[in-house]
């Protein structure tokens, strides 16, 4: 019986798969045996291997639609095809919505959500060729689904993204399935700049109903099943991998029950 989470012959291209998160998901799809090509403003300090496989990387800045453009042009040369879009790559650092000035709302726009626009417009217009098709997968966050002080433009953004799937998946299908990740708390390399050190990041993991944050892995294997002939009818959707979400703030200041 064949192995649905055996990816060999297949193309995988994740966006910022170099680091953090996008890193995670490009091991497990190479551990599933795909061929991986990551992209990044800069190579990553070494490339994602795993299963005795490495990805290969081509320099990219998503925000720029001709680098897009080449990136897909450099992955169909090596590879001849595109099964699954990952779009990984965004992000965006702390800033006050009302003192953030116009160019930083547009740039974090245009990363989180205007580029995978772009890039999923570009897979599509491959996988649509394919007699198999493709799957498109968007990594977003809990930004998306409840308030993000500090990031609006970001969580906006993400928000966007969500919908965005929901919309392609009706214009694209049945050839192209795409679907959203809405991601948790992760914790990454970088993970002390927004927690901590060790004693913060674990803290943080305790208020967490499963009891840790995610890890790269966590979000891989979810995109593994989203990509995988498993998920053949999943299409227009999201699946929340935040391990149970968070504990309402009220329950903080409630005193019912306590004889106060």
């Not at 217009?125 to 198999?132: H, I, L, N, R």
């Not at 999201?238 to 149970?244: L, P, R, T, W």
């Amino acid at each position: 019986m064949h192995n649905p989470m055996d990816f060999s012959g297949r193309t995988v291209l994740v966006t910022g798969g170099g680091k953090g998160v996008g890193r995670g998901i490009s091991e497990r799809f190479l551990a599933a045996g795909a061929d991986v090509a990551i992209c990044g403003r800069n190579p990553p300090d070494s490339l994602p291997a795993a299963g005795g496989r490495e990805a290969f990387f081509v320099a990219c800045d998503v925000r720029r639609h001709e680098q897009l453009q080449a990136l897909v042009t450099a992955v169909i040369e090596r590879c001849g095809r595109l099964d699954v879009l990952v779009n990984n790559a965004g992000g965006a650092p702390h800033a006050e919505a009302a003192t953030a000035s116009p160019r930083f709302h547009e740039s974090i726009i245009a990363l989180n959500l205007t580029s995978a626009l772009h890039a999923a417009q570009l897979a599509n217009s491959v996988m649509q060729q394919q007699e198999d098709g493709g799957s498109i997968i968007n990594i977003a966050s809990v930004s998306t689904i409840r308030p993000s002080p500090g990031t609006a433009a970001y969580g906006a953004a993400k928000a966007g993204l969500v919908n965005l799937g929901h919309s392609l998946a009706v214009e694209w299908g049945p050839k192209v399935r795409i679907n959203a990740i809405i991601a948790g708390l992760v914790e990454t390399e970088q993970s002390h700049l927004h927690y901590g050190d060790a004693e913060g990041v674990a803290a943080v993991g305790r208020t967490i109903p499963l009891g840790r944050m995610a890890v790269p892995g966590d979000i891989g294997d979810a995109c593994l099943f989203l990509a995988s002939p498993l998920a053949s009818y999943i299409s227009g959707s999201s699946i929340a991998v935040h391990g149970g979400g968070e504990k309402p703030a009220f329950l903080q200041a409630a005193n019912a029950g306590t004889g106060a």
